[in-house]
């Protein structure tokens, strides 16, 4: 055989190496897609903001010119978190055990990946620990339920965060990098679960997805309300009656026109709920976190993943024109906020 046949029979055989190797990396690549897509669809709703809020920000971090511009964007999640969660609940939350240990004392220590380099997690020691009891105590059903579960195991769970001046919730990193490439939440658990359901659950977390601001449950009058004082009749004439209207605010009495704006102004949030309501993953995070940005004075920007910044800026296009009638047309605002009322 002629060493120009033996070059041959190599070539060919690494391109067949090569080959098979591209095509185990797409298999793969697919199938993390599809897995990585299925553990979403598990995730209730407020979960998925919660998590592009915070992967929002560490791109932004990541994109910073300089330190400053770096630093800047920690105290743009915290805001973005704080008009994000009206309380520090979170029911049924999904995610990966990271860690499962415990301390010297025995007590219980938990971590929970909720997406890459996301984790809400209890301390790991007692002196961090003290006011906080976040490490699971050895006599609760709670330490018995974990002690079932694994590494790398997908649950359900369920607990609290701790308020935080620095991030809105308590976060642990020792470092503004760490906080913000990686960050860790401090997290009380009061119920974890291997049961899992293709279905979401009931989501209860107090999550201000699309915030109802100064709701009015009283939609405007039509008519002033009148009162009619009948006499009684007399022998020399025909009944005769007296009205005595009662006195009303020509200011608080909506004009035909504030009418119209009250039912236009109930018509569009009654569309917006529910073209929010038919969208999910990354998409439906992305419009649920600019309907949360868009009242701050320095609202934040829709980078992020391709579908979160298509919904966010799906949702500014959607709300902006809403927004403008709602702090021009007092009838407008009192129809957008009587939804579901």
Request: aromatic share 8%; proline share 6%.
């Amino acid at each position: 055989m002629t060493p120009q046949k033996v070059t041959g029979i190599i070539a060919v055989g690494l391109l067949v190496i090569a080959a098979f190797a591209l095509s185990s990396q797409d298999k793969t690549t697919a199938d993390k897609t599809a897995a990585d897509k299925a553990y979403a669809e598990m995730m209730p709703s407020s979960e998925t903001a919660f998590i592009a809020t915070v992967k929002n920000a560490r791109q932004q971090y990541n994109a910073g010119a300089n330190e400053m511009a770096k630093g800047a964007t920690r105290p743009g999640r915290k805001a973005a978190l704080c008009n994000l969660l009206t309380g520090v609940e979170a029911t049924n939350w999904v995610g990966k055990i990271a860690r499962l240990s415990t301390n010297n004392d025995g007590r219980g220590v938990l971590a929970i990946s909720i997406a890459d380099d996301i984790q809400v997690k209890t301390w790991n020691n007692a002196l961090s620990d003290i006011g906080d009891h976040t490490l699971i105590d050895p006599n609760s059903d709670l330490y018995r339920r974990a002690v079932n579960l694994k590494n790398g195991q997908v649950i359900r769970f369920t607990g609290r965060f701790f308020r935080n001046d620095t991030d809105c919730i308590h976060e642990t990193s020792l470092s503004m990098s760490g906080s913000m490439r990686e960050p860790e939440f401090l997290f009380q658990f009061s119920d974890i679960s291997s049961e899992l359901s293709t279905a979401k659950p009931v989501d209860v977390t107090t999550l201000r997805s699309n915030p109802k601001t100064e709701v009015s449950t009283v939609a405007p009058s039509t008519r002033p309300t009148t009162a009619i004082y009948v006499q009684p009749p007399t022998p020399a004439s025909l009944p005769t009656a007296t009205t005595y209207g009662q006195p009303s605010a020509p200011t608080s009495q909506p004009t035909p026109t504030a009418t119209l704006m009250f039912q236009k102004g109930l018509a569009d949030r009654t569309a917006w709920e529910q073209w929010i309501s038919s969208l999910s993953t990354d998409y439906r995070a992305g419009a649920e976190y600019w309907a949360g940005q868009r009242s701050l004075t320095r609202p934040g920007t829709c980078y992020g993943v391709p579908a979160f910044t298509a919904g966010c800026e799906a949702s500014k296009a959607r709300l902006t024109p809403a927004d403008v009638l709602r702090k021009s047309e007092p009838d407008y605002k009192l129809g957008w906020n009587a939804y579901g009322h």
